[in-house]
């Protein structure tokens, strides 16, 4: 490869392959509930209950043995680990299946589902087992103030400044697996074209920035991203 310096994002379209599902597939909806009424602050306010059980279920369903890395996963870490120049990988996704792949120069930038957040101390615990609000957290010895260490509708998210030196010096950025409905996660490809570097879509249809991109490649990310990475 001709680059020196790529950015790639991932989204949940690249861990649906390893049987988690994405977030506005068919209805969009949990329990009947929208992704937008329980990810978010107000919503733990309301409901911590409520809240925790949406992540013991999906951080039990994340422990599977069946859930592991695909193709698509692995050929990014195999890339990080023989491109010469820079690679990081941005996930707005909270699984694990990109460490778990291999991948090391990687930002969680919504967080991580098996980390437990302190809302007094703000310190971060690794956590497996499924957790409510009557919980005690493990540095302060309190009732109700752990939460998942997960960004929610309206919070900042993780690391900014470090992705956003990384899209401005990188001359390739690729989305992979994402419906560009999320912010600031959807604004990247624009700051990466300001930088005159090549964008490139790999998603199952074309997103919501679909426009934005130089360069478009639909279909499954276990057979596109293994193809275009090697
Ligand atoms: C496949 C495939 C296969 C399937 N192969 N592909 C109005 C305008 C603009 C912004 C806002 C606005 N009102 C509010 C905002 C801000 C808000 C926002 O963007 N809201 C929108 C809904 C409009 N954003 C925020 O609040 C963020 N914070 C923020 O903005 O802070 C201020 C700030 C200011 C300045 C700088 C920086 C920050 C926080 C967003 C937090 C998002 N949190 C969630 C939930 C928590 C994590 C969790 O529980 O898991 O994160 S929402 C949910 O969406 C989750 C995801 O990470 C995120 C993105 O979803 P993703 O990954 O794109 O999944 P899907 O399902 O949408 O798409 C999957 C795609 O894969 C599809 O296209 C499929 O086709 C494809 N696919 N199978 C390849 N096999």
Not at 5 to 30: H, K, P, Q, Y
Request: glycine share 8%; net charge negative; with cysteine.
């Amino acid at each position: 490869m001709q680059y020196q310096n790529i950015v790639i994002l991932t989204g949940a379209g690249i861990s649906a392959e390893s049987g988690i599902r994405t977030f506005r597939a068919a209805d969009g909806l949990w329990e009947n509930h929208r992704i937008e009424d329980v990810a978010t602050p107000e919503a733990f306010a309301r409901n911590p209950e409520l809240v925790h059980q949406f992540y013991n279920q999906r951080r039990e369903q994340l422990l599977m043995p069946d859930i592991r890395p695909n193709p698509a996963h692995l050929a990014l870490a195999k890339l990080e680990q023989y491109f010469k120049g820079e690679v990081l990988l941005v996930t707005q996704n909270i699984d694990n299946l990109h460490e778990r792949a291999g991948s090391r120069n990687l930002i969680h930038m919504h967080g991580e589902l098996l980390n437990l957040r302190c809302t007094t101390s703000g310190q971060v615990f690794t956590h497996h087992k499924p957790v409510g609000p009557d919980a005690r957290c493990g540095c302060c010895g309190q009732m109700g103030t752990l939460r998942p260490d997960i960004v929610w509708f309206g919070e900042m998210p993780m690391q900014m400044e470090l992705i956003y030196d990384a899209l401005e010096s990188c001359d390739l950025f690729i989305s992979i697996g994402t419906s560009g409905h999320v912010y600031p996660a959807a604004g990247f490809v624009e700051i990466a074209n300001s930088v005159g570097a090549e964008t490139v879509e790999i998603n199952l249809e074309p997103s919501k920035k679909q426009s934005a991109f130089d360069r478009h490649i639909y279909g499954p990310a276990s057979r596109e991203v293994p193809l275009f990475v090697e």
